[in-house]
């Protein structure tokens, strides 16, 4: 177990692209840190960095206080799976899974080597397929193959590149759960590569979230849900993901196409000097008055609904808008960035799954100013960031994650056999 | 799923293709148990089976042509597709793996050679090799048979190289193997089949070839079964050696049937399946 610290890490390709600008990212022990972002936005280049696949174009990486920059991947004792596994098809499971073992000749003895490989398949529920191939295997057995052959290693970290992508929605769901009680069992440092930020609000201790090669912000899944440094990262985390709403801002209000949001305090530091800004607002915020109490300071407006999409739990409710010309350009750049088809502007709504509304009714919504963010249609950034509750959240989420390592290691030390794995040292 | 029609049209299929392609195999078989005096008597079997031919070719009279010439073909062939292989290896996998100038060029050259014609080469070819002392001899038969050899072999070779997931390699090296080590145990294993599989296809080519086989040599020194088959004649000038050349031809079948079933296992195909998600 180890820490990982990035700093200024660079990969510039030989075109002098920059696939990941000047990175710096402090991992600590036990941690699982998720990298997140859009395609191409260079997280999986960043991750096959640490690993060693990708040589370093500048910056420093250290593992613990050894710097790696130049070190062979086979030097760095780093545990990788594949998003396609990459297992050997030659090999039956339990060969697969003990190759690592086997390659330092003598190291360990036969007996202990297939101890180890018995406890990782125990763990990963392989026991009965050990003396299969991969290629009778299905997906979510490959995927513990190559889970197994990354822990029996009791490598310094586990490093994952996007390893659920290839599964079905359920297998994922399952899988999901899995990693995440595998890491807390082991207590190993984790770094996670995927897009998807389900995975990412779920598992990560802290996400680091990259656009085009730049890291956007790095803080726990709350934080970042809550308090978003910036348009995109406000756009790409939650889903249905943020309505951003033009907002002219007028003496005592900002006016918006869905009501007017009344300049409080705070909103009026926000905007200052700012004609026009981007309204960001959750599609869980909106209520139907219909059906729940309105408080005082809430935003009322009339709404046609467009289309509906009814999906048990909740309903999502469209409701189409004209935006306005100014952040319409600004708009359109971030829907791209978040490899979406810039299709047309519509208000997202979800509201509880109860509700009978349904396509072409009118209804009157509301929402709390107070949930509302303000962007800077220029540079994007969050005009409304609260950087001390953001600070609070993240403080939150290390004291929960020290508290899950340390039942985690208070279960193993009770001989809770069946879990208690490698780890130890 | 085939429903029953089409299973028994595929059997039936299969069963007029199998019959079309063995019968002339079968019929040189039979011939070749026949005593000479029965060669013309236009029925299938022999009648009285007899041994005489394979003694002939094996302790007979075309003893010293069949078996120099078997010596020869086995020599040369075994020669010219280990080099081949070895070369092509090399070859396709720096075109399967690498970025460098010129790719396209080896590819496209590699094709050009193997589809120019082997008859307009091989007057120049016997010329030349007489003049440099090359006629005759192995080397002689080894570098035209490697001409028709390692195109092929590079092509076949490229293909299958193309398709084996790298990532295994760096999969390996994550692991803890050194560069030769993930060469060694992940990639080689993999690669095993196809090189094979490319070999034995050399080996066929070079062990059937006869234009060559017959121009460039003139003696039992360098010749191969295929030309040296032109040189059996009957115990007398009024017999055909249709008898003695039958049963070399089941002879020199018997190498190939071997090699086959020898490396059928490595030849399976499909091994990388399960490597990857597919």
């Known amino acids: ?425 | 799923m085939l429903t029953t029609k089409q299973r028994i049209w595929w059997a039936l299929g299969t069963v007029a293709v199998l019959l079309y392609a063995l019968f002339p195999v079968a019929a040189i078989f039979a011939t070749s148990f026949k005593p000479s005096s029965e060669l013309t008597s236009g029925t299938f079997l022999p009648s009285s089976p007899t041994l005489s031919n394979y003694e002939s070719i094996l302790a007979g009279d075309a003893q010293e042509l069949f078996l120099s010439s078997l010596r020869n073909s086995i020599g040369i062939s075994v020669i010219s597709t280990v080099l081949a292989s070895i070369l092509a290896t090399l070859a396709a996998y720096a075109i399967a793996r690498l970025d460098f100038p010129g790719k396209k060029l080896v590819l496209m050259t590699s094709l050009a050679v193997s589809i120019f014609p082997v008859i307009s080469i091989v007057t120049p070819l016997f010329n030349l090799w007489r003049t440099i002392g090359l006629y005759d001899t192995w080397p002689g038969l080894i570098i035209p048979y490697m001409s028709l050899t390692l195109p092929i072999s590079i092509w076949t070779l490229t293909a299958f190289f193309r398709q084996i997931p790298w990532e295994l390699e760096q999969a390996a090296q994550v692991d803890g193997a050194t560069t030769y080590q993930a060469f060694r145990r992940a990639i080689v294993p993999l690669a095993a089949p196809g090189v094979f599989t490319t070999a034995l296809i050399a080996f066929f080519i070079a062990w059937n070839d006869f234009v060559y086989g017959i121009s460039l040599t003139s003696t039992s020194a360098a010749r191969p079964v295929p030309a040296a088959l032109a040189f059996f004649t009957g115990s007398s000038q009024f017999e055909e050696p249709t008898g003695a050349i039958s049963a070399a031809a089941v002879v020199v079948t018997i190498p190939v049937v071997v090699l086959v079933l020898l490396f059928q296992r490595q030849i399976v195909s499909g091994l990388t399946q399960g490597a990857v998600k597919g």
């Not at chain 1, 036969?110 to 295997?137: C, F, G, Q, Y």
């Not at chain 1, 390893?163 to 769901?173: E, Y």
């Not at chain 1, 705070?266 to 309105?294: K, M, N, T």
Request: net charge negative; hydrophobic share 40%; charged share 30%.
């Open chain 1, 1 to 425: 177990m180890s820490a990982i610290t990035l700093k200024n890490i660079v990969k510039e390709y030989g075109d002098g692209y920059a696939a990941v600008n000047d990175v710096s990212l402090e991992i600590a022990d036990g941690e699982f840190v998720i990298l997140v972002g859009p395609s191409g936005c260079g997280k999986s280049t960043l991750l096959r960095m640490i690993v060693g696949l990708e040589d370093i174009t500048s910056g420093e990486l250290r593992i613990d206080d050894d710097l790696v920059n130049d070190k062979a991947p086979r030097d760095r004792d780093l545990a990788m799976v594949f998003q396609n596994y990459a297992l050997y098809p030659h090999l039956t499971v339990f060969e697969n899974i003990a190759f690592p073992l086997r390659l330092t000749k003598g190291a360990l003895s036969d007996d202990e080597i297939d101890a180890r490989v018995r406890r990782a398949s125990t763990l990963l529920e392989l026991d009965e397929h050990l003396d299969r191939k991969p290629a009778n295997l299905s997906g979510g057995q490959r995927q513990r193959v190559a889970m197994g052959r990354a822990i029996v290693r009791e490598a310094r970290a586990f490093l994952f590149d996007e390893p659920l992508s290839n599964l079905d929605a359920k297998l994922r769901g399952q899988m999901r759960t899995e990693i995440a009680r595998m890491q807390r069992t082991l207590g190993t440092t984790t770094v996670y590569v995927t897009h998807d930020q389900t995975e990412a609000l779920t598992l990560g201790d802290r996400v680091a979230v990259l656009r085009r090669g730049v890291l956007q912000q790095v803080a726990s899944p709350r934080s970042l849900y809550e308090q978003p440094v910036n348009l995109f990262v406000a756009g790409f985390i939650g889903s249905p993901p943020m309505n951003f709403l033009p907002g002219e801002v007028g003496e005592s209000s900002i006016s918006t196409p869905f009501g007017e949001l009344p300049l409080t305090d705070r909103l009026r530091s926000a905007v200052e000097g700012r004609d026009i800004v981007i309204v960001g607002i959750r599609p869980d915020a909106f209520h139907d008055v219909d059906e729940s109490d309105v408080p005082d300071e809430a935003v009322r407006f009339e709404a046609e609904i467009d289309v509906t999409e009814w999906l048990g739990s909740e309903l999502y409710a469209y409701v189409p808008f004209t935006s306005h010309d100014d952040v319409a350009a600004k708009l359109e750049e971030l829907d791209r960035d978040l490899d979406g088809e810039g299709m047309r502007t519509q208000l997202v709504v979800s509201l509880d799954a109860m509700s009978t509304l349904t396509d072409g009714d009118d209804a009157t919504l509301w929402f709390d100013p107070a949930s509302a963010h303000v962007f800077d249609p220029e540079t994007g950034d969050n005009l409304t960031r609260d950087a001390a509750r953001a600070e609070k959240l993240d403080e939150h989420g290390a004291k929960a994650r020290k508290r899950a390592i340390e039942r985690a290691r208070d279960k193993a030390e009770r001989g809770d056999a069946a879990v208690a794995v490698p780890s130890a040292g």
